[in-house]
């Protein structure tokens, strides 16, 4: 079963459509494209949303070496991450 994500990066303004089952990435045009409400997604998006569903890891690097170096050494990888309760104290 495929799964499609809908990608955005900070400070610009396309979107861009994950197919995991055809392998392939492309531009999501602006409108109704593909029953994505886009304007929707952007007005989220200017105010600051970000929705992560059914992502256990993603990671943004300007190369694709960057995203396999040393960033991720394995005692990074070993030390799992606050919850939110332990960051707020709450």
Do not use: C
């Not at 994950?18 to 994505?36: M, Y």
Request: hydrophobic share 40%; charged share 20%.
């Amino acid at each position: 079963m495929a799964t499609i994500f809908i990608v955005g990066e900070t400070g610009n303004s396309d979107l861009w459509l994950v197919d995991t089952g055809a392998r392939t990435v492309q531009p999501l045009a602006r409108g109704e494209a593909g029953g994505f409400d886009t304007q929707t997604i952007e007005a989220a998006r200017e105010n600051g949303f970000s929705i992560e569903k059914n992502v256990d890891v993603a990671i943004a690097a300007s190369t694709s070496e960057d995203a396999t170096a040393r960033m991720l050494t394995s005692r990074m990888l070993a030390t799992p991450m606050p919850t939110a309760r332990q960051l707020t104290g709450n």
